[in-house]
């Protein structure tokens, strides 16, 4: 073993000036060929794919002559530094957001519906289950300047509970906001490849440094005490404990009575831990502790370099809920369809409902019951909609699970939009769990005019595709929607949202983009009422989530009010850019499965909500095969929506810098560029050869500025008739 040793230190030592110059010429003949291919960027074709070979040449020069591969195969990286460690222990799959009543009666109000027409939209909210227990108030807190600063926070052992002191934080809450740290504002730049503290070599090793976190990484460890109701403890045999934490920033690991029962990712979904063994390790009637060790940033963090305030903590709300282990639902997913005839009002509803017990075809018709109300109805339980036909369409049985989807056929229904934003109460119940959710009837499709009875002057055959709502071609005022408050940073309450949400529906938005926060320079948009038309095009409101989920209560709202969703994944990795590698996350393998999980979150989490129309994968993140992934993985899992993204270009091939809207029909439904200007836009509505609508992601950036000159763009989404303008359909607005 000992002359092993010499002979390898030998070899390091007589080979190190060979390997550092054989490191510069391949770096910089690296740079020289980036250079040259973004010199003669149209020269390049999807054949050849330049940029993704180059990309993947950097990575491979990173692995093998800095030995990063080697390290990681000798030491095992800690989970808020291995990208392919997206969650580890009790942490359950990604659903819909349940509720957990005990039965319909209760789920309805109790005789008192809370989503009655009388009710104002923003005063509308699910009843709170008596089996749900919140966890939002004061915990004590103290924050560390990195993790081993913090005795036990390496696993697998436990942190130091008895090191906090009396100090305290409000959950939900930015520790930022509360005077523990400092906030951070970049838009491209990743704050630890920048400043004095910078890791080595800044953005030039961007790729090199990917996934690591720099040494100095706050860390917060949160700690409280709880008890469960009694009935809870009566029940435990029958029940499972579920911890929901919001969402926190931007990694955790989770301690129940000194257990660590899960560790996770992703500042902006939301995460469940089954904590039933360790309520169990001590007795369910004693007294608990819940602790959350919190790091500031991950790897996770280099997906989430968005335009925005980096704020650290628990953003959202974290509770507990009791669950039935007998014919419990785990999740479920709505879909609706319209009738060919526009004029119909005839409507299929489609549930898919996943039950927690093995059962057969005859048991799952018995066990699960759905019911359809309209609002002369929800007041009493046993009425329900005049449903023309009600079937089970599939019953599908695995190991551990039963999946039942049920069809309803509903006559005399009103559609929802957002000119009117009319909802359904959907109540699914077993003998032991009921869940309740709000449905629109509505459809939402890329496709061209010719499938509705009217049509305008093409010049393309009836070949251009526009997006539509129920049928009828839409043109998108829409606003792109960051959650940030000034006194609370990215916790947001009712009221906030509900001020902002009204702000954009009263001056004339139709659609949401989760990004940018809101100022008064909405009324520049369409420069009219919501009355505008041009015969069969309809104007409507829309929000992009820029550039994250959003906490549920924000889609609850839009469903109510009348906005349409862009929702948007979790993933920007726009510093990448400065060193003209935004490609570089999206083409390595090594973050595929990263990719993969935060689009999947997103559309598990909000696929029943009906104001959500467009999903997105993302924002100013290059392209690269993991979009490939993820457009395949999201396009299998729901097909009523269409998908955009702006990051690739019209070859496919990966980018530089960035992307132009542009990107491949399998990835994007739309181009959806951002700042393209309207004679840059012309140029692309008068490509005969591309056939999808123009909607911009992002256009007049008013942060700070007036927005003059907006009438140009509106004049072009309004003029249908010219070659040059017919494929504009809007975009929306950052603010």
């Known amino acids: 073993m000992f002359e092993h040793v010499n002979v390898q230190t030998k070899f390091t030592l007589t080979s190190f000036p060979a390997l550092a110059t054989l490191l510069v010429t391949l770096i910089v003949t690296f740079y020289t060929l980036n250079l040259l291919v973004w010199a003669f960027k149209k020269q390049g074709t999807s054949s050849f794919r330049w940029r993704y070979c180059l990309i993947r040449l950097h990575q491979t020069i990173v692995s093998v002559l800095t030995c990063k591969s080697c390290r ?3 030491c095992a990286p800690l989970p808020w530094t291995d990208p392919q460690t997206t969650s580890s222990g009790n942490v359950l799959p ?9 039965d319909p009666t ?108 720099p040494d100095a990484n706050p860390t917060g460890l949160y700690h409280r005490t709880f008890t469960l109701p009694s009935s809870w403890c ?146 009493d339980p046993s009425k329900g909609l005049s449903v023309v036909k009600y079937e089970y369409a599939s019953i599908n049985t695995d190991k551990a699970t039963t999946t039942v989807t049920a069809s309803l056929q509903c006559d005399n229904i009103q559609t929802w939009s957002p000119e009117s934003p009319y909802l359904y109460t959907l109540v699914m119940y077993t003998s032991t769990h009921c869940e309740m959710t709000r449905v629109g009837f509505r459809e939402c499709k890329v496709a061209t005019v010719a499938t509705v009875e009217t049509a305008v002057p093409l010049g393309k055959e009836g070949k251009q595709q526009y997006f539509m709502l129920n049928g009828v071609p839409q043109v998108v005022a829409g606003v792109n929607y960051h959650e940030h408050d000034r006194h609370t940073g990215k916790t947001i309450d009712n009221e906030g949202y509900a001020r902002d ?10 659609a949401v983009s989760v990004v940018v926060v809101v100022f008064v320079c909405f009324v520049v948009v369409a420069g009219g009422s919501d009355q505008c038309t041009n015969d ?34 979790n993933i920007e ?75 690739g270009r019209k070859h496919g091939d990966a980018v530089f810098i960035l992307g132009t809207g542009h990107g491949p029909a399998t990835v994007t439904d739309f181009i959806c560029p951002m700042y393209h200007s309207p004679a840059e836009l012309s140029l692309v509505s008068s490509d005969t050869s591309e056939t999808r609508p123009i909607v911009l992601c992002e256009y007049l950036h008013a942060m ?32």
């Not at 007294?287 to 790897?299: G, K, T, Y």
């Open 72 to 74: 990681r195969c000798c």
């Open 94 to 102: 990604a659903h819909v957001p349940l509720r957990t009543y005990a």
């Open 106 to 213: 209760e789920a309805l109000g109790n005789g008192s519906f809370p989503f009655h027409p009388t009710i104002s939209p923003e005063q509308r909210h699910y009843i709170k289950s008596t089996r749900e227990m919140s966890l939002d108030g004061v915990w004590r807190f103290k924050l560390y300047p990195r993790p081993d600063a913090l005795k036990g926070a390496m696993p697998p052992n436990i942190p130091d509970f008895k090191s906090l002191g009396t100090t305290t934080i409000n959950v939900p809450g930015c520790w930022e906001m509360q005077s523990f740290g400092v906030p951070i504002y970049t838009n491209i730049q990743y704050p630890w490849l920048s400043g004095p503290n910078k890791m080595c070599g800044g953005n030039v090793l961007s790729g090199f440094h990917a996934g690591s976190v």
């Open 234 to 379: 009566k029940a435990s045999k029958d029940r499972t404990i579920v911890l929901h934490v919001g969402s926190v920033a931007s990694a955790a690991r989770v301690f129940v009575n000194g257990i660590e029962v899960g560790f996770f990712k992703d500042s902006f979904t939301e995460t469940e831990i089954d904590v039933t063994q360790a309520v169990a390790s001590i007795g369910h009637d004693q007294e608990h502790s819940i602790a959350l060790q919190v790091m500031r940033f991950s790897d996770g963090s280099w997906l989430e370099d968005q335009d925005h305030w980096w704020l650290s903590g628990i953003h959202r709300s974290i509770y507990l809920q009791s669950r039935p282990k007998k014919h419990t639902i785990l999740n479920y997913n709505v879909r609706t369809t319209l009738e060919p005839n526009k004029h119909t009002t005839r409507g299929t509803l489609v549930v898919d409902v996943d039950i927690g017990t093995v059962l057969s075809a005859k048991d799952a018709e018995e066990k699960i019951q759905f019911m359809l109300y309209d609002v002369s109805d929800a007041l």
């Open 501 to 510: 949400l009204w702000m954009m529906k009263n001056a004339n938005f139709n």
């Open 536 to 569: 069969l095009f309809t104007y409507v409101f829309q929000v992009r989530t820029c550039h994250y989920p959003h906490d549920h209560r924000f889609y609850e709202l839009c469903n109510e009010i009348g906005l349409m969703v862009c929702d948007e994944a």
């Open 573 to 647: 990795t726009h510093g990448f850019a400065l060193t003209s590698q935004m490609s570089y996350l999206a083409c390595h393998p090594d973050w595929k499965k990263a990719f993969l999980n935060r689009v999947s979150s997103m559309a598990q989490r909000s696929q029943h909500y009906t104001c959500i129309v467009t999903w997105s994968l993302g924002n100013e993140s290059g392209y690269g095969p993991n979009h490939e992934a993820c457009a395949t993985m999201l396009r299998q899992f729901d097909a009523t929506r269409p998908l955009q993204y702006e990051g």
């Open 704 to 735: 700070g500025n007036s927005s003059g000159n907006s009438h140009i763009y509106w004049d072009a989404f309004w003029d249908m008739s010219s070659s040059k303008t017919r494929s504009m359909q809007g975009g929306y607005v950052v603010s």
